[in-house]
């Protein structure tokens, strides 16, 4: 499995654009997975050209939530790609018409090894909802999350349900219960996450360091 960071707040090389928001490209099991679309079309494309990623080869656009900041660029990756299967939270319905729509409610055995969390609620703000990716591979589970909303450890229990989590990558807001991250292999915070710099300092063997062009193999 290959995640390339095509889109975050911060970048590793000078000719990629940073910008507040959030979009990674997993390519698994013969499977192309483009995971949010960041604020910006124009900056999501750009960056993914540069890091030699077609949208046109997503076989699935998987998005987290409704935020601008995790779908600004869905409609043009929409018009890109007529191919790809388009999974959203079932809220977007009401904004979005496209018979590739896959609204979401439950979590959801997308394909044999990629799974839907299914939305869960956010810790402190009723009504907001999130679903998190959840991609099985031999070594254990790996989560994708856009921003974490619902929680981590929400997030990891729901994971447990499908099997061992041993991998964390996304946004993880103001998440402090550090000690949720001790069984996890790898751990890589993204985007929104407060305490990044607390959990590569408690963490150093298993942070892998964000931000767009990172390149995660596992």
């Not at 911060?10 to 960041?38: H, Q, R």
């Not at 099985?136 to 619902?150: D, M, N, P, R, Y």
Request: proline fraction near 3%; aromatic fraction near 6%.
């Amino acid at each position: 499995m290959k995640i390339t960071i095509v889109y975050d707040n911060t970048s590793l090389k000078p000719d990629l654009e940073a910008n507040w928001g959030f979009a990674c490209y997993i390519e698994t099991s013969g499977t192309n997975i483009l995971f949010d679309t960041g604020t910006k079309s124009s900056i999501l494309l750009d960056n993914m050209k540069k890091l030699n990623i077609d949208p046109a080869e997503a076989d699935i656009v998987f998005i987290s939530h409704k935020h601008a900041d995790h779908m600004g660029g869905l409609l043009t990756i929409m018009e890109l790609n007529k191919k790809a299967k388009i999974y959203v939270p079932v809220q977007l319905a009401e904004s979005l018409d496209d018979g590739r729509l896959y609204k979401l409610d439950k979590a959801t055995h997308i394909t044999e090894t990629i799974i839907s969390s299914g939305l869960l609620e956010s810790e402190g703000r009723r009504g907001l909802l999130e679903q998190s990716l959840f991609l099985e591979t031999q070594k254990g589970l790996v989560v994708i999350a856009g921003c974490s909303h619902s929680g981590v450890k929400q997030i990891l229990e729901k994971c447990k349900e499908f099997g061992k989590p041993y991998a964390l990558i996304g946004g993880l807001h103001g998440f402090n219960e550090f000690e949720i991250l001790e069984d996890l292999k790898v751990v890589c915070p993204t985007h929104c996450t407060k305490h990044i710099d607390k959990i590569r300092n408690l963490y150093p063997e298993k942070y892998v360091k964000g931000g767009v062009g990172a390149i995660i193999t596992l």
